[in-house]
């Protein structure tokens, strides 16, 4: 729960200074908003029940279907642009397995109620900004538009084989070019049309020149040009906001879903750990909430894999394995000076060093034993002779060294002393 | 949401600077585990229901049973003293009114597998230093030891009759003396045996003259005895760690329910608004998981209001009205510049100030009402012969005044212009 909790605080302090708020609905739906508005999975899965006042009530399997609930009743007073993040638990009735719980938490951020390329630019931002405060470099933000694939097949007049086209391009990396020809042969498609697609989805390179490669291979589609212009304006904008090359690409092999998502979208791998799949995808799509209400709400969205990423991280060894409740550890040597060792703690804790008194005085093995299971890094440690001198021993209990201190008169020594043990001690990710 | 989650971050800073570290446990539980541990109103009002494995599942009602159901199966491995903090949502199908919901936070933190006085005292830091960090200087803390009553009750062999009496007292400040009187000789208490009760009930005063006529009030009695010593070792303790007279009490009368608690029990108060009752309390307990495990688990631990603090907070004025999500405001003049207001977004948050970009190049008005409405303080204003120039003017919203910097060669001035407005808005608790 310690580096759980870190990377919500951390999702919290990014989204907010992009300037998304947070809100929060309720575990329970009525059965109506939810039934039917993912896909039959969920609704198999969903935990459902009627409460004592007779009304049928469901608990939520997303977050997306409560804020276009919450939208459609709310974005009058709200008005648009409503950009909102949301972290909460959703459950699922399913199998638990390796990384599949069921309940979860789900770490959303959205923008709603416009269409304009700076919210694009702007999610694409938080998911650099996001892995950047995690202290994670090695990853790389792929993004790609769905106006591209659809211009295209519009232009082959392919338009109502999307869904075939989609499912075959999604596993071309796992079965290779031949078998996914062959499936769209047997689906109807052309020779000309399969070599087209397949040339559009092999595309690779720099941003400027899968570009440029794009504007040849689709020229003349209103649709996909239009897609084309805006991924040019969001990465000219990602260069201006300093994101390394590294960090991102133009990827058109991406797709994310098959209906959902209309323009561009994103996926995130760490260049470490691809095989655990994108860390925090998202996309833009054409109306959110067309099942409650009536105004049209485009949106762009995107969604932090808090339990992936933590698992993620935990294999790249980046989680300190006895994470420390406090810093420093105070024995308690002489119960008849408690309040002598409470001032102490006292003095540190206004310094904003976490530290924790050990409440009974028990035999000093016993208490640095604890220390130890919970991971403390330093203990102040004195006895009633050393405290009527109002010297305190400041000892590293990884190395064992130790220093002695005064500090009732001054404090700069004591206060140093822990800082400078501390900072020898860091280095853990999330510590 | 946002004041809420800034009052639960404070919380969540305070509890992990006394070592407490988080727990989280799920929404819902087997049935067996919740029915019979609360009230009877908590059995009547859980939700519950069968889930599609056939199991009865109910949602918690509290976070006290799940923390005695997990200490219960984990305090071998975990092992004592355990601290724990867990903030998160229980449910209740009552009816809803003001200040009540079904659905609602609790912010407990435990110590539990110690009877140490440390644990009391830094029970009482945990919560004065809440209220502090929260910004609230009008409070007190008031303290009892139920081992006080209850050792009276034994001396004067009326132990057998204390719920009788606790429910007297409860409601002395309520009905009066008189009436109390003839409750309690109803209940067959002699007058002698009520006229020492209400001597005892009646103690005020500075902590140290209320300890001393405790002392005479209560002498012979061994548990009482222990039980003045501990509130003297708290109250020097507190003195020591420089809590101020005016943030806490010794108060006989506060009893904190009838049964769970047996040592020392916390109310707080706010003196600004007495009426709503304990913003933060609670206690210690002689066992918390006796229903769950045969090993003996001592603990004590409070419990924030978070609903009702907020509510004490906003009636106070002390929640803006319109809680900012982000602080600066960059309207979108030109739609074929993105990358540069982009680029200026990016300079004013990598120096820490949150900040937002209108998505969208509709007219400034339009632009700058949406800021107004979502209590932007500040914006930065620069059309394309600005960008051109490498300046921006930075405007205050609420004064209008402005003020014109240089931004592409030094941020300085920028930055400096922004901190300066901003610094000039301050002075809201939460903002």
Not at 36 to 58: I, L, P
Not at 152 to 175: A, M, N, P, Y
Not at 284 to 294: G, H, M, P
Not at 327 to 351: Q, T, W
């Amino acid at each position: 729960m310690i580096p759980r909790e870190q990377l919500m605080e951390t999702a919290r302090k990014v989204y907010r200074r992009y300037g998304f708020v947070p809100i929060d609905t309720p575990a329970l739906e009525y059965l109506e908003v939810l039934t039917g508005k993912g896909s039959e999975e969920t609704d198999r899965q969903m935990y459902h029940f009627t409460d004592n006042g007779g009304r049928a009530v469901g608990m939520r399997f997303d977050l997306t279907v409560p804020l276009a609930r919450f939208a459609a009743q709310h974005i009058h007073e709200l008005g648009t642009p409503f950009k909102r993040y949301h972290i909460g638990p959703v459950w699922r009735g399913e199998t638990p397995q390796a990384g599949r719980f069921r309940e979860f938490v789900q770490c959303d951020f959205d923008t709603i109620g416009t269409t304009g390329v700076v919210s694009d630019i702007e999610t694409a931002l938080v998911i650099h900004e996001l892995l950047h405060e995690l202290g994670i470099q090695q990853f790389r933000l792929r993004i790609n538009n769905r106006q591209l694939l659809t211009g295209l097949l519009e232009s082959l007049g392919l338009r109502e084989q999307s869904t075939v086209v989609l499912r075959g391009l999604d596993k071309l990396e796992k079965v290779g070019v031949p078998m996914v020809q062959k499936e769209l042969l047997a689906a109807g498609l052309a020779e000309s049309q399969i070599e087209q697609i397949l040339r559009f989805a092999s595309i690779r390179g720099t941003p400027d020149s899968i570009l440029s490669e794009l504007s040849q291979q689709l020229h003349g589609n209103e649709l996909a040009e239009s897609g084309i212009e805006r991924l040019d304006t969001i990465q000219k904008a990602l260069i201006a906001a300093r994101v390394s090359d590294q960090h991102f690409a133009i990827d058109v092999s991406i797709a994310r879903g098959l209906d959902y998502y209309t323009g561009v979208v994103f996926e995130t791998t760490l260049t470490e750990l691809p095989e655990i799949g994108s860390v925090c995808s998202g996309g833009r799509y054409d109306n959110l909430a067309d099942i409650f209400t009536k105004q049209h709400l485009p949106g762009i969205g995107a969604s932090l894999g808090l339990d992936r990423l933590l698992a993620a991280l935990e294999k790249l060894g980046r989680i300190p394995s006895k994470p420390s409740p406090a810093e420093v550890f105070i024995p308690l040597f002489d119960g008849d000076r408690v309040s002598d060792y409470i001032e102490l703690a006292s003095i540190v804790r206004k310094a904003g060093i976490r530290c924790e008194v050990y409440p009974e005085a028990k035999k000093l093995g016993v208490q640095l034993k604890y220390a130890d299971q919970r991971g403390f890094q330093v203990a102040l440690i004195a006895g009633s002779r050393e405290l009527d001198a109002g010297v305190v021993q400041i000892k590293d209990l990884r190395s064992k060294t130790a220093t002695e201190v005064q500090y009732r008169n001054s404090q700069e020594a004591l206060l140093n002393g822990i800082q400078l043990m501390l900072s020898m001690n860091r280095g853990d990710l999330l510590a």
